[in-house]
C-alpha cells in the first residue's frame, strides 16, 4: 500500500522561523507529500491564516474544567487546527506524561476529529541494556491504533544531535524499529498506518531514512526551524514520491 509521505515542523518553544507566513513559505503543503506545522498556541492563528496545515503541541483529553494552562482537543479543533501531538518526549519529560495520559490524548483528539500523532521512543539507558522493544511495545499498548493514528518513533537518544561524534539513529537502526512497531499493530491496520521518523532529520541524511520501507515520513524539529533546509527535505520528499 502506498502510504503518503508527511513532512512535519515541530518548533516546540521557538519564534516563528523567518518567512513561514508568507506567499513561498516552504511550510506549505502539497499534493504529493504532506505537510503540518506545529507552532506554539500563540502562534496557531496566524499559521492557520496563512493556510499551512497546522497542529496543536499538546491538547488535553478532558473537554472543559479546572486545568489551569492547558487546552482541549476540541477547543484546538475549533481555532481551526487539523492535528495535534501527544507525548512528545518533552512533555512525558518535563510534564510527567505517562503512557496512558498519552493514550487518552490520542482517543480525546479523534473523537475531537483531529489527527494525533503520538510520539514515543526509548532513552539511550534503555537501548543500551536492551530494552528498547519492550519499552515501545508498553507505549504503543494503551494506544488506539485500531483507529486512524499517526505514529513518530522518535528515540531520545537520536533527538537534537548536532554533534558528529553522535550521529543521528542510521537509516538502518531506524528502519528495524519502524519495522518492529509495524509488526505490533492490528493486522487490518499495520499497511496503511504511517509512522514518521523523528531525531535530527535534516536535509543530509533526509533522502537516506525516507526511502526505507517503513518510514512514511519524518517529525522535525531543529532543522524546522531553517526555512531552507526543511524546504529541502520536503523537496526531497516530493521528489521520492513523484520519482515512485
Ligand atoms: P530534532 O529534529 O531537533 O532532533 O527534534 C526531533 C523532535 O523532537 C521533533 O519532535
Known sequence: MDRKLL??????????????FEQDSPYKT??????????????????????????????RAEETGAFTGDVSMQMIKEAGCIAVLCGHSDRRAFHGESNEDVAAQAIAALEAELHP???????EEERDSG?????IKAQLKPLPTESDII???????????????????????AQEMHAF???????????STRILYGGSMKSENAQELL?????????VGGA??????????????IKLTTNN
Open 30 to 59: 502539497h499534493s504529493a507529500v504532506d505537510v503540518y506545522v506545529f507552532p506554539t498556541f500563540l502562534d496557531l492563528p496566524a499559521s492557520i491564516e496563512s493556510k499551512i496545515i497546522t497542529g496543536a503541541q499538546f491538547g
Open 151 to 173: 505514529l513518530a518513533y522518535e528515540p531520545i537518544w537520536a533527538i537534537s544531535r548536532g554533534d558528529p561524534n553522535k550521529p543521528a539513529a542510521t537509516s538502518e537502526d
Open 181 to 191: 512497531i509495524r509488526s505490533q499493530l492490528p493486522e487490518d491496520k499495520r499497511e
Open 211 to 219: 526511502t526505507q520501507p517503513d518510514i512514511d515520513g519524518g517529525l
Open 117 to 123: 500523532i503520538v510520539c514515543f521512543g526509548e532513552t
Open 7 to 20: 513532512i512535519a515542523a515541530n518548533w516546540k518553544m521557538n519564534p516563528v522561523p523567518d518567512g513561514a
Open 224 to 237: 524546522s526551524l531553517k526555512p531552507d533546509d526543511f524546504r529541502k527535505i520536503v523537496e526531497t520528499a
Open 131 to 135: 530494552k528498547a522493544e519492550n519499552v
